[in-house]
């Protein structure tokens, strides 16, 4: 496994203590799982990954109890806690903030 995949999948360990209650009912391996498909050099959209995620609960691989929707919210709060690995992996870039210079 990639070592920043690693770090970002340990990162979301920690995470999970921290995050609001919406999250609470996300289990720890559906949170690795997510993690990995989005952190994935594949390229996986948010929807697409959870059907995945799905699709191990149904097959009885992996419980997931949490509805589609509060993936989702957990996805777009890994997209906005991680941006720089979400960016260097989907986009090949590492995020930078734009700095524009104030007119005085």
């Not at 996300?26 to 948010?46: M, N, V």
């Not at 149904?58 to 941006?83: D, G, N, V």
């Amino acid at each position: 496994m990639n070592e920043r995949l690693s770090k970002t999948i340990d990162a979301c360990r920690t995470v999970r203590e921290g995050v609001q209650d919406d999250f609470k009912t996300i289990t720890l391996d559906e949170r690795q799982q997510l993690a990995k498909l989005l952190f994935d050099h594949r390229k996986l959209s948010i929807g697409s990954a959870i059907r995945q995620i799905k699709n191990l609960s149904s097959r009885r691989k992996l419980k997931s109890p949490s509805s589609k929707q509060i993936l989702r919210k957990y996805a777009e709060h890994l997209k906005e806690t991680f941006p720089n690995e979400w960016n260097l992996i989907r986009n090949g870039k590492p995020f930078h903030v734009k700095r524009t210079k104030e007119k005085l």
